[in-house]
């Protein structure tokens, strides 16, 4: 079994649905600001850790192209 078919099932048993679209939703909003790239990049990884989408874990290029986005500059 790979990580993400492993982070998936582990999510949908153990982690509420509000829990992982409360933690996508502050994902998707998260922009850098006036934060340190350690600072962001810290948040970022909080925050992807429990999020998912309508298949389950995040993909490695969903979670790039999430990071990119909210990127200043």
């Given at each position: 079994?790979?990580?993400?078919?492993?982070?998936?099932?582990?999510?949908?048993?153990?982690l509420p649905?509000?829990?992982?679209?409360?933690?996508?939703?502050?994902?998707?909003?998260?922009?850098?600001?006036?934060?340190?790239?350690?600072?962001?990049?810290?948040?970022?990884?909080?925050?992807?850790?429990?999020?998912?989408?309508?298949?389950?874990?995040?993909?490695?290029?969903?979670?790039?192209?999430?990071?990119?986005?909210?990127?200043?500059?």
């Open positions: 079994m790979n990580w993400e078919n492993f982070s998936r099932l582990f999510m949908g048993q153990y649905d509000s829990f992982t679209f409360q933690m996508g939703r502050e994902l998707g909003e998260l922009k850098q600001g006036r934060s340190s790239m350690a600072e962001y990049t810290q948040k970022f990884n909080e925050l992807v850790r429990f999020s998912s989408d309508a298949n389950g874990a995040l993909s490695e290029r969903t979670k790039m192209n999430k990071y990119r986005y909210g990127l200043r500059g």
